[in-house]
């Protein structure tokens, strides 16, 4: 039995790829640490909606998914919209830290804190940060607090 060049060559790739895929099937399943995914607990579209003295009516949307939430406000005094791509979520504080992408907040960081979490509701506090550490470090704010806007009840859409 005689065999070409070619012949011994896709005899030994076919061979080659076996052999790798079933060692891929005994692969060790553990993750390195800075592979593992956080994800938000909750999902859906949730709007705030307010009026700002002398300059109208505005809307303010938070889109949750597992892994980013899509934001959008619109209205007389202010209109955008941007992704944040989820950094990280502490289930304990509920703090959830993103970055920015598009809409001007490239790579910004935001820190956002959840409270009174309902199927029909979410209080949110929201805070642009100067950098990641900022989000990290922040302490929850206090329930009467107005900066950043404070406190804010987002009714589920």
Request: aromatic residues 12%; glycine residues 6%; hydrophobic residues 35%.
């Amino acid at each position: 039995m005689s065999f070409s060049i070619s012949k011994v060559g896709i005899l030994l790739s076919a061979s080659a790829m076996l052999i790798m895929s079933f060692a891929s099937c005994f692969k060790d399943e553990k993750q390195p640490i800075s592979e593992v995914k956080t994800q938000l607990p909750f999902s859906g579209k949730y709007v705030w909606k307010f009026t700002i003295p002398n300059m109208g009516d505005q809307v303010s949307e938070h889109t949750f998914f597992a892994d980013s939430i899509q934001y959008s406000m619109v209205g007389n005094a202010y209109t955008n919209a941007y992704t944040q791509v989820l950094v990280s979520y502490n289930a304990e504080e509920k703090r959830c830290i993103t970055q920015g992408k598009g809409g001007g907040k490239d790579s910004v960081y935001f820190l956002m804190f959840f409270k009174d979490v309902t199927a029909d509701a979410i209080t949110i506090y929201k805070k642009e940060c100067k950098n990641k550490e900022e989000a990290e470090t922040l302490a929850v704010p206090d329930d009467n607090t107005s900066a950043d806007h404070g406190w804010n009840v987002y009714n589920k859409k």
